[in-house]
């Protein structure tokens, strides 16, 4: 009795064992199938593209700044209001500058006729005139000189009292705002044409011969979330630069739709891709599913095929030959 029963627990530690090993084998398959990253042959686009980052900046853009100090005499616009080409916008108290402007112009008078006086004293003496005579002709005629270039430089303060706008724009930026104030030469105020903005992008040397102008741009501004804009390339830089990390770039200038510029600020950000290549309607998979020219395909026997590729974008690549669309594989 107790040699039937001892073979009988023996018998059942077995089962026992293999229904264990069943049910750890099938818990360690599911488990790997779950690590198991796969991926489907879909038909669609692959675009080779560059992505840089950039700005938005403007072709006409003019700061007008006061060629000299003085009293503001008056302020006739506001930050962001619309102007026209010829327009005054602010302007100095002229009085002073008006006095200064006819000082200057009585000095050169004296200073004209006192050449002159020195002049006729000496017009007898061109094969014999002095050392000091010659001395005291080219000093008053340099110092004639020097008062009408004092005297030119005070009417052109006179004229530059107002300062006007170059061509039609927006203000976007004045140093004052208050008549009376004391401003100096770096004070006046900026306006902008904003029909002339732009989207300004570095790209690499090494790309810039992969570059045309024409090409499509897709231009996404950070200003506006989710939506995209389609400019294009409008014009590549002659001279190259070096970008904020050390490397060497050139500027291009890409341009926005039409419907687009009422939207625009200047100095927003965000990021262009240039597209360089597009292929529509083809097969098309991860870039990572792809190893050495070879795909995984998924399920139990894990076989490997050879497949050939065509453009490749940063995540996707076209699929010339090898898979059928539907076909699931392996991205290790």
Same mark, same amino acid.
């Given at each position: 009795?107790?040699?039937?029963?001892?073979?009988? +627990?023996?018998?059942?530690?077995?089962?026992?064992?293999?229904?264990?090993?069943?049910?750890?084998?099938?818990?360690?398959?599911?488990?790997?199938?779950?690590?198991?990253?796969?991926?489907?042959?879909?038909?669609?686009?692959?675009?080779?593209?560059?992505?840089?980052?950039?700005?938005?900046?403007?072709? +006409?853009?003019?700061?007008? +700044? @006061?060629?000299?100090?003085?009293?503001?005499?008056?302020?006739?616009?506001?930050?962001?209001?619309?102007?026209?080409?010829?327009?005054?916008?602010?302007?100095?108290?002229?009085?002073?500058?008006?006095?200064?402007?006819?000082?200057?112009?009585?000095?050169?008078?004296?200073?004209?006729?006192?050449?002159?006086?020195?002049?006729?004293?000496?017009?007898?003496?061109?094969?014999?005139?002095?050392?000091?005579?010659?001395?005291?002709?080219?000093?008053?005629?340099?110092?004639?000189?020097?008062?009408?270039?004092?005297?030119?430089?005070?009417?052109?303060?006179?004229?530059?009292?107002?300062?006007?706008?170059?061509?039609?724009?927006?203000?976007?930026?004045?140093?004052?705002?208050?008549?009376?104030?004391?401003?100096?030469?770096?004070?006046?105020?900026?306006?902008?044409?904003?029909?002339?903005?732009? @989207?300004?992008?570095?790209?690499?040397?090494?790309?810039?011969?992969?570059?045309?102008?024409?090409?499509?741009?897709?231009?996404?501004?950070?200003?506006?979330?989710?939506?995209?804009?389609?400019?294009?390339?409008?014009?590549?830089? @002659?001279?190259?630069?070096?970008?904020?990390?050390?490397?060497?770039?050139?500027?291009?200038?890409?341009?926005?739709?039409?419907?687009?510029?009422?939207?625009?600020?200047?100095?927003?950000?965000?990021?262009?891709?240039?597209?360089?290549?597009?292929?529509?309607?083809?097969?098309?998979?991860?870039?990572?599913?792809?190893?050495?020219?070879?795909?995984?395909?998924?399920?139990?026997?894990?076989?490997?095929?050879?497949?050939?590729?065509?453009?490749?974008?940063?995540?996707?690549?076209?699929?010339?030959?090898?898979?059928?669309?539907?076909?699931?594989?392996?991205?290790?």
């Amino acid at each position: 009795m107790k040699k039937f029963l001892s073979r009988r +627990n023996i018998i059942l530690l077995v089962i026992a064992g293999l229904l264990l090993g069943g049910w750890w084998y099938q818990s360690k398959s599911k488990s790997k199938s779950k690590d198991i990253r796969t991926a489907e042959v879909t038909r669609g686009t692959v675009e080779e593209v560059i992505s840089v980052s950039g700005e938005v900046k403007a072709e +006409n853009k003019a700061i007008l +700044n @006061f060629p000299v100090p003085g009293k503001l005499g008056y302020v006739k616009v506001s930050e962001g209001q619309k102007v026209v080409k010829g327009q005054a916008l602010m302007g100095l108290d002229s009085r002073d500058i008006a006095v200064a402007e006819v000082a200057a112009y009585y000095n050169y008078l004296a200073a004209d006729a006192n050449a002159k006086e020195v002049e006729d004293s000496v017009k007898d003496h061109d094969k014999d005139e002095t050392f000091a005579q010659k001395n005291d002709r080219v000093a008053a005629q340099t110092a004639r000189d020097k008062a009408y270039d004092a005297w030119q430089t005070a009417k052109r303060a006179y004229i530059n009292t107002s300062l006007v706008a170059p061509f039609a724009g927006v203000v976007t930026s004045l140093t004052t705002t208050v008549a009376g104030d004391t401003v100096g030469v770096t004070d006046g105020l900026t306006v902008v044409d904003p029909q002339g903005l732009y @989207f300004e992008i570095e790209v690499d040397e090494s790309d810039i011969g992969k570059i045309k102008p024409e090409q499509p741009v897709q231009i996404k501004l950070d200003a506006f979330a989710g939506e995209q804009f389609e400019g294009k390339l409008d014009k590549i830089g @002659f001279e190259a630069r070096l970008s904020t990390t050390g490397a060497t770039v050139f500027p291009v200038w890409v341009v926005f739709p039409e419907t687009a510029m009422e939207m625009l600020r200047l100095g927003m950000n965000g990021d262009a891709e240039i597209v360089l290549q597009k292929r529509e309607n083809v097969l098309k998979l991860p870039i990572e599913a792809i190893v050495d020219g070879e795909v995984t395909l998924a399920g139990e026997l894990a076989q490997t095929v050879k497949v050939e590729t065509g453009l490749e974008s940063d995540t996707e690549v076209e699929i010339t030959s090898g898979l059928q669309e539907g076909a699931e594989v392996v991205i290790k």
